[in-house]
């Protein structure tokens, strides 16, 4: 069994293994999409593959559109030439369920693959021809956060985006330059309206991305690259608009585990690949069930109501609540505490971390009993349902090979906003800050953690963060069984960037202090004081 168009020819086969298959004439699709394009997609990695196109597919499956998704690849450019070409854009996916079993689907609703090179004059032109057409709707991105920054972590320009500043549209060698320049071609060419749309997991990230396509807009107008009517362009809502999203869908690298579940099928071709640029990409994509993505209902040039099925459309205001319910309250705070104790328990991945008695209760609390009582409510999602789905069905997932050492990344950037914004909510709304008894715990665990010393009193390896300069010399003195440290941890306690709030102003420095001790006082004083509070 091969994963390409010859291969899939024999249905019966692949159907026989309990594969499913796309349900369309994907050659009839192919032409029609080509011919004249709705929605291009920017980034061919995996949260693409495993959600946006699945869903297409669903929609194709039952007849009701007749034309597919063109995904174009901007940063690492072997994604389309080593895997999307080589299996004619055909993906498998598999979806990882919670009661422990699996669904393997062959998703076809992606029919071109473009590489974002302006080198490559063919590539490129054929890029141009796409954003030429009126019929184009949408160009969606998961690029990543940082992709849409235009400056280095010193807060200075990037080199490549200075030359593409200087040199204008027409051969850019950054992401959004040539984003930009794409925009340029569709401004020259009868500036028909269209919708560019991120659907990164960031806050208010059509935002970015407008930011970073008028900088390069005002950029080259200043430059006398382009004329100011494309700047207008730009900034007239009835033309280009950026609306905000928010995803959520846990989609970690192909794992080894699934692979070997595959070739049990006798399906070759299924080696992974590891790009020069470092990107481990493979045929098949693993992801859990659960997925939302809700978008702001911008679309200048309209969109198929047919997206209602598998998205949500609605106000900026609403996406907003969506966002800030998930990553304040109801997913990503549970996410940091079980990441921040699972590194000091030792744990290797965060299902396992459910099956804890102590860490299961402290998950629960934080969410449940402190979170809950001033969460944003966006009202298209209930968040009591939101966190039950998340206790109950995705974290606890055995078949989700996620890690309390991957999510632990960055945490001094996570912190302010995944716990500070709820006692900021609880200051706003008049509560009594001494019902937060465990978001206290969660600070003096990630104190702790910073020492990297488990609980057993082994030394581990912290996650990668930008501030780990910062904030582990702070803690460096400090020994398992010290028991007068209020002095040495105060600058951490008052870092209001760090935290969100300086805590004692708000008067919980004491609790965090008085936790951070009993944690350290000794190899098992993690589980000890866990036992004790939780």
């Not at 598999?94 to 609703?109: D, F, H, Q, W």
């Not at 997206?307 to 966002?323: Q, S």
């Not at 760090?498 to 001790?517: H, K, P």
């Amino acid at each position: 069994m091969e994963l390409s168009n010859v291969g899939l020819q024999n249905r019966a086969e692949w159907e026989a293994k309990g594969y499913n298959l796309p349900q369309f004439d994907r050659e009839a699709v192919t032409a029609a999409t080509k011919e004249n394009p709705f929605w291009i997609h920017f980034g061919a990695g995996n949260i693409f593959r495993a959600f946006q196109a699945n869903d297409m597919q669903k929609i194709l499956n039952s007849g009701k559109m007749d034309r597919g998704l063109i995904v174009a690849e901007g940063f690492d450019y072997e994604i389309v030439q080593k895997m999307n070409r080589p299996h004619d854009d055909y993906t498998i996916l598999v979806t990882l369920k919670a009661n422990g079993t699996i669904e393997k689907t062959v998703v076809g609703a992606v029919v071109e693959s473009c590489v974002l090179d302006s080198e490559d004059d063919a590539e490129y032109s054929r890029l141009k021809e796409i954003f030429c057409k009126d019929s184009l709707q949408m160009c969606s991105f998961t690029i990543t956060e940082k992709g849409y920054s235009l400056v280095d972590g010193k807060g200075e320009m990037l080199p490549a985006v200075v030359a593409d500043m200087a040199n204008g549209p027409a051969k850019p060698a950054s992401y959004i330059g040539k984003v930009a320049s794409l925009l340029v071609t569709r401004y020259q060419n009868g500036a028909a309206p269209v919708s560019m749309v991120s659907m990164d997991n960031c806050s208010h990230n059509g935002d970015k991305l407008y930011a970073a396509i008028n900088a390069f807009a005002e950029g080259w107008a200043k430059n006398g690259l382009v004329d100011q009517g494309f700047v207008d362009y730009i900034n007239d809502r009835n033309k280009v608009a950026f609306p905000w999203s928010m995803i959520d869908k846990i989609t970690p690298r192909p794992d080894a585990s699934v692979e070997a579940i595959l070739n049990e099928d006798d399906i070759t071709g299924l080696e992974p690949v590891i790009t020069s640029k470092n990107t481990y990409v493979a045929p098949f994509v693993n992801a859990e069930e659960t997925e939302y993505l809700v978008i702001e209902d911008w679309f200048p040039n309209g969109r198929p109501a047919e997206l209602e099925e598998v998205f949500i459309f609605t106000e900026r205001e609403t996406v907003d609540k969506v966002e800030r319910m998930k990553v304040c309250t109801c997913l990503n705070p549970l996410h940091t505490t079980l990441a921040v104790f699972g590194c000091l328990l030792g744990y290797e991945k965060i299902s396992e971390e459910m099956k804890d008695a102590e860490l299961k209760k402290l998950v629960e609390r934080v969410g449940y009993v402190e979170g809950l009582p001033v969460v944003v409510n966006p009202g298209i999602l209930d968040p009591k349902e939101f966190i039950d789905t998340v206790l109950n069905v995705r974290i606890p997932n055995p078949f989700m090979p996620d890690t309390p050492q991957r999510i632990a990344t960055d945490t001094s950037q996570k912190l302010a906003i995944r716990f500070g914004e709820t006692i900021k909510n609880y200051i706003k709304d008049g509560k009594d800050l001494g019902e937060l008894k465990l978001i206290p715990m969660v600070f003096a665990g990630w104190m702790r953690y910073l020492m990297a010393i488990d609980d057993n009193g082994e030394a581990f390896e912290l996650s990668p963060d930008p501030l780990l300069d910062t904030v582990c010399p702070i803690v460096a003195g400090i020994k398992l069984g010290d028991t007068d440290v209020e002095e040495t941890i105060k600058p951490l306690l008052t870092n209001k960037a760090i935290f969100g709030v300086d805590l004692y102003e708000v008067g919980l420095a004491d609790l965090t202090v008085q936790y951070f001790t009993e944690l350290i006082a000794g190899p098992g004083a993690v589980r000890a004081t866990l036992k004790k509070y939780v």
